[in-house]
């Protein structure tokens, strides 16, 4: 999974009012399906006295078949809500701007008038949306972690190695140097390369 993709910069929430019914909508990034179902059932408690809780995500797993690359899990529920009016509307939302690694949770209060199926879809859709523009979506290029071990004389290459790449890492200066570096997939195996010419072969990556 070395792609680029869409998902969101940080959690994102607003909030408005259907004739007298209150929806809140909640959206946030979600690496994984149990990260997604945590922010779910985070919300869930948070609300537990909402008329609807209605969930969805959209998350990159591994897979992808013969050809490589991944696979995207979706799930929405109508939570009580009449069928198709809630959650796969608001799944729609991200399936339509292309966003991943993505979750939400539009809540509702109910306000003693019924909106219809149309209605709904709107409004759970419009909750799903602005809770997305709140939080903002940007591109993201998968990440990998290498941890880098040299001893304190291939240290200062090691470091100007990384200080040049396109990554972040952490350095711990022990019997030995440790560096625990975040880089994307695609750029991970160019700058093991890197390293391990500059060290001839003595820095130990894993």
């Keep these: 999974m070395t792609d680029a993709y869409r998902t969101l910069a940080g959690s994102g929430r607003d909030s408005f009012e259907v004739r007298g019914s209150e929806f809140i909508g909640y959206a946030g990034p979600a690496n994984t399906v149990a990260a997604a179902e945590a922010f779910i059932q985070e919300v869930r408690e948070r609300h537990a006295d909402a008329t609807h809780n209605v969930p969805w995500y959209r998350v990159r797993v591994t897979g992808g078949g013969p050809g490589g690359g991944h696979l995207l ?92 790449a396109e990554c972040s890492f952490d350095a711990d200066y022990e019997a030995d140097v440790t560096f625990e570096v975040t880089v994307a997939v695609a750029d991970a195996n160019a700058l093991r390369e890197r390293i391990a010419d500059a060290t001839s072969g003595r820095a130990e990556i894993a």
């Design 73 to 164: 899990r979706e799930y929405q529920s109508d939570d009580g809500e009449p069928t198709g009016s809630a959650g796969k509307p608001a799944l729609n939302v991200v399936q339509q701007r292309d966003v991943e690694n993505v979750v939400g949770v539009v809540t509702r209060y109910y306000g003693g008038t019924n909106l219809g199926v149309g209605g709904l879809a709107r409004a759970y859709s419009t909750a799903v949306k602005d809770a997305v523009d709140a939080a903002g979506v940007v591109t993201q290029r998968p990440q990998a972690r290498l941890v880098v071990t040299v001893a304190y004389d291939d240290s200062g290459t090691v470091r100007g190695i990384l200080e040049s």
